[in-house]
């Protein structure tokens, strides 16, 4: 019995000794569906690939990888080669990588893009630094996650295209304060004589030029008219209404004022072209200014008492190179 069993015995270990000489154990990986091919330890790939996973430097938020291998033991011919880093490339191919970054914007709108909060903190604050006295700067961080990772810029790039924005709204708003002083040099003003001393009587052509009633209301005073609020003849005409009334331009053209003036109150004026200009005064607000191109029956201002004025309503003005024409002879018939 013995004797049987030792022959048993070396039988096997002959037995195995054959077949670790012809193959090796490993591991078959299925991926997907995929056939991978073969590894000698799977515990070394689970590790690789949980390390791969767990990374998050730079702007990695965070890879998914939607399944994980498959693993099947089997003897494998020794000559067969396992292949564990193409395996582990594979799975890493088949992941989807989310990338985090800062977003600078400027008024709402992504200027650039950099890697760290603290980056785009030191950015922000520089320029507010430099701009804040001269312009509001509406400079704001985003946190933001995509897929696909954008340009990112360094700290002094960001600055440098950030701040030629930031310069030219500088120079915009020195050039409006500029066109803004120089048509307050030349403020309109009826009784002091330097826009139409004069008025006319007849009925003048307007070349054309269609006019619509600016507020419905009743006429205080008309044209020519003289009182004892005024040191000459009436060079416009009132129509009375609440305040807050919703001014209409009588025609279209172009804002050449709109300012106060201690005799008009709050006024705008609109150029026609042709000569013709239409006047707006003792307004409570204007919602237009120097430049503006008006559509006829654009709300351009509402009705106020501003200036030398001793109640709400409108006065209206109709001036033809300088001399000023009877509202009535257009409107308000």
């Known amino acids: 019995m013995c004797k049987l069993l030792s022959i048993l015995l070396f039988s096997f270990i002959i037995v195995i000794s054959v077949l670790f000489i012809k193959y090796k154990p490993a591991y078959i990986v299925t991926f997907a569906g995929e056939n991978l091919g073969y590894v000698n330890n799977k515990n070394e790939i689970n590790n690789a690939i949980k390390d791969y996973v767990n990374n998050t430097e730079g702007c990695i938020a965070y890879i998914d990888i939607e399944e994980t291998p498959e693993y099947e033991f089997k003897f494998i011919d020794n000559t067969v080669q396992t292949n564990e880093e193409e395996v582990l490339l594979k799975v890493k191919d088949s992941s989807v990588i989310t990338y985090r970054m800062f977003a600078i914007k400027l008024n709402g ?58 310069d030219s709204k500088v120079q915009e708003k020195k050039e409006a304060e500029a066109a803004a002083k120089k048509a307050a040099s030349t403020k309109y003003t009826t009784s002091r004589g330097v826009n139409a001393t004069r008025i006319s009587t007849s009925k003048v052509s307007l070349d054309g030029l269609s006019l619509i009633e600016p507020i419905s209301g009743t006429i205080s005073s008309k044209f020519a008219s003289r009182s004892s609020v005024r040191s000459s003849a009436h060079k416009g005409l009132d129509i009375a209404a609440p305040k807050g009334t919703k001014i209409k331009a009588a025609a279209s053209g172009t804002v050449t004022h709109s300012q106060t003036d201690s005799l008009l109150g709050k006024f705008v004026i609109i150029s026609h072209g042709n000569g013709i200009v239409t006047c707006y005064a003792h307004c409570s607000a204007l919602y237009v200014k120097v430049g503006d191109t008006v559509n006829q029956g654009d709300v351009i201002a509402a009705v106020g008492s501003t200036g030398n004025s001793t109640g709400n309503h409108l006065h209206l003005e109709i001036r033809k190179d300088g001399v000023a024409l009877n509202p009535q002879y257009y409107l308000y018939n």
């Open 109 to 166: 709108e992504t200027k650039d893009y950099v890697e760290s909060l603290e980056e785009a903190e030191t950015v922000v604050a520089s320029m507010k630094e430099q701009y804040e006295d001269e312009i509001e700067v509406d400079l704001t961080i985003e946190e933001t996650y995509a897929e696909e990772l954008p340009e990112l810029v360094e700290i002094e790039t960001a600055k440098a295209e950030i701040g030629e924005v930031l």
